[in-house]
Nanobody, 122 residues
Framework: QVQLVESGGGLVQAGDSLKLSCTASGRTVRSYAMGWFRQAPGKERDLVAAISGSGSRTYYTDSVKGRFTIVRDNTKNTVYLQMNSLKPEDTAVYYC???????????????WGQGTQVTVSS
């Protein structure tokens, strides 16, 4: 089993930055693709960014390209999401997830964190 714990969320103003962290325990996730999803009230949970096990491949949804960066440190079993130039529409609960089967841009991830709230005020 893999446990994922997110941290770093909070209340910020538009234009500010936040860095989310997701630390895995239970086993190493170095071979797993990792993703950050978000869910706003009344909306579906969507993939925001993903990174392959080696870190060589990344994906970003169009609305965050150029503002968000996903990186991982496999020595720390941790994935990060650096969020710059935040907008009110980025407000959501952000979830970290691990995919044991490999690269995926769908929601079929195997392990999920509990989520961390990000609120961006205008």
């Amino acid at each position: 089993q893999v446990q994922l714990v997110e941290s770093g969320g909070g209340l910020v103003q538009a234009g500010d930055s936040l860095k989310l962290s997701c630390t895995a325990s239970g086993r190493t996730v170095r071979s797993y693709a990792m993703g950050w999803f978000r869910q706003a009230p009344g909306k579906e949970r969507d993939l925001v960014a993903a990174i392959s096990g080696s870190g060589s491949r990344t994906y970003y949804t169009d609305s965050v390209k150029g503002r968000f960066t996903i990186v991982r440190d496999n020595t720390k079993n941790t994935v990060y999401l650096q969020m710059n130039s935040l907008k009110p529409e980025d407000t959501a609960v952000y979830y970290c997830a691990a995919n044991t089967a490999g690269w995926s841009l769908g929601g079929n991830y195997d392990y999920w964190g509990q989520g961390t709230q990000v609120t961006v005020s205008s």
